[in-house]
């Protein structure tokens, strides 16, 4: 065990955040050595949650100092800073696409006429005979019953709509209103 002691180097411990101290990794491995003694263990995992919080908010006000600093002459590094703090990569393009055949397009106006090709390619329309219905488009007339049904369905108080008509109007007019709701869609054509 010695002789593999002496060989083999000892693993130096890495923070994984860059907020960390090695004050914060010494009690990450002195709580590590404790987890047999509960109230020992939970003592120091108290203290490493304490320093964790510390640390991390002052590397915050940091890194947000430093933001601020950058925001009229490093604007590049800025938002840098800004990915580092928020843990979100932006992805630039990369300009070019393929073309039909496979090949790499670099220039901006073939890429604009390979976009062109490609949405003539998706919208067209291929099939034989288009059959249009031409009538009775506006479906069966609309019912009195079906009118009364919605009209007892909704909600009083509401708002009204752009036509400033109130449910309640419609219920005062009784008969007349709900005529007028009934037959009003049908001379519009």
Same mark, same amino acid.
């Given at each position: 065990?010695?002789?593999?002691?002496?060989?083999?180097?000892?693993?130096?411990?890495?923070?994984?955040?860059?907020?960390?101290?090695?004050?914060?990794?010494?009690?990450?491995?002195?709580?590590?050595?404790?987890?047999?003694?509960?109230?020992?263990?939970?003592?120091?995992?108290?203290?490493?949650?304490?320093?964790?919080?510390?640390?991390?908010?002052?590397?915050?006000?940091?890194?947000?100092?430093?933001?601020?600093?950058?925001?009229?002459?490093?604007?590049?590094?800025?938002?840098?800073?800004?990915?580092?703090?928020?843990?979100?990569?932006?992805?630039?393009?990369?300009?070019?696409?393929?073309?039909?055949?496979?090949?790499?397009?670099?220039?901006?106006?073939?890429?604009?006429?390979?976009?062109?090709?490609?949405?003539?390619?998706?919208?067209?329309?291929?099939?034989?005979?288009?059959?249009?219905?031409?009538?009775?488009?506006? $479906? !069966?007339?609309?019912?009195?019953? @079906?009118?009364?049904? /919605?009209?007892?369905?909704?909600?009083? =108080? &509401?708002? +009204? $709509? !752009?036509?400033?008509?109130?449910? @309640?109007?419609?219920? /005062?007019?009784?008969?007349?209103?709900? =005529? &007028?709701? +009934?037959?009003?869609?049908?001379?519009?054509?």
């Amino acid at each position: 065990m010695e002789a593999a002691t002496e060989v083999i180097p000892k693993v130096k411990r890495k923070a994984n955040q860059k907020w960390m101290t090695e004050e914060i990794l010494n009690l990450m491995e002195e709580s590590r050595c404790a987890k047999g003694n509960k109230e020992k263990y939970e003592q120091i995992n108290k203290k490493v949650q304490e320093k964790c919080n510390m640390s991390k908010e002052n590397w915050i006000n940091e890194k947000c100092k430093e933001i601020e600093q950058q925001r009229k002459h490093a604007p590049q590094t800025m938002y840098r800073n800004i990915e580092e703090i928020t843990g979100k990569r932006t992805f630039l393009s990369t300009g070019c696409i393929k073309a039909m055949n496979g090949d790499i397009i670099i220039d901006k106006e073939k890429i604009l006429e390979r976009w062109a090709e490609y949405i003539r390619e998706l919208f067209k329309d291929d099939r034989k005979d288009h059959n249009i219905m031409k009538n009775n488009i506006a $479906g !069966p007339p609309i019912m009195k019953e @079906e009118v009364e049904t /919605a009209i007892k369905k909704m909600k009083h =108080g &509401k708002a +009204t $709509g !752009p036509d400033n008509i109130s449910v @309640e109007l419609i219920e /005062a007019l009784e008969d007349f209103g709900i =005529g &007028k709701v +009934t037959y009003a869609p049908h001379k519009i054509k």
